[in-house]
């Protein structure tokens, strides 16, 4: 079944792109939240699962798939997790990137699997080509 996000979801992602395309704009560095330990554990076996737990300008949810981004020096990194933190197939994480990278060709986009979180990559001046800011 394709996903379909809601009105609130969407909204969110708009809020999230916004806020990208400002800072890439002003060249302002796009940063994880910072870790909170009363709210979240790292996961005993995965890295970055956690991540973003925490409500920030650079973070949502489609469904049930929770996505984090931050920025890296000529890249922009998008992390894309499952809200029950189990495993997240590639195809499941490229429909969740296509509705966020919405307008991005997919030929500038790259991808990093993992079987917990999959993680892409687009340069920021891609982004700010391509992007369909809001949806």
């Keep these: 079944m394709p996903l379909a996000p809601t009105e609130a979801e969407i909204a969110q992602r708009n809020r999230v ?8 704009r ?20 995965f890295a970055l699962i956690n991540v973003g737990l925490e409500a920030n300008d650079f973070g949502g949810t489609i469904s049930t798939y ?17 809200i029950d933190q189990g495993p997240v197939t590639t195809a499941e994480s490229h429909e969740v ?12 986009i790259w991808l990093k699997p993992g079987e917990f979180s999959q993680h892409f990559y687009v340069g920021h001046d891609e ?9």
Aim: with cysteine; hydrophobic share 40%; aromatic share 4%.
């Design 17 to 24: 792109m916004a806020k990208i395309l400002d800072c890439t």
């Design 26 to 45: 002003t060249e302002t560095r796009i940063k994880l939240p910072v870790f909170d330990p009363q709210r979240e554990r790292p996961s005993d076996q």
């Design 66 to 82: 929770r996505y984090q981004f931050e920025g890296e020096e000529d890249l922009l990194h998008l992390m894309i997790t499952s």
């Design 97 to 108: 990137a296509s509705v966020i990278l919405h307008g991005v060709p997919s030929a500038l």
């Design 127 to 135: 982004l700010l080509k391509h992007l369909t800011e809001t949806l």
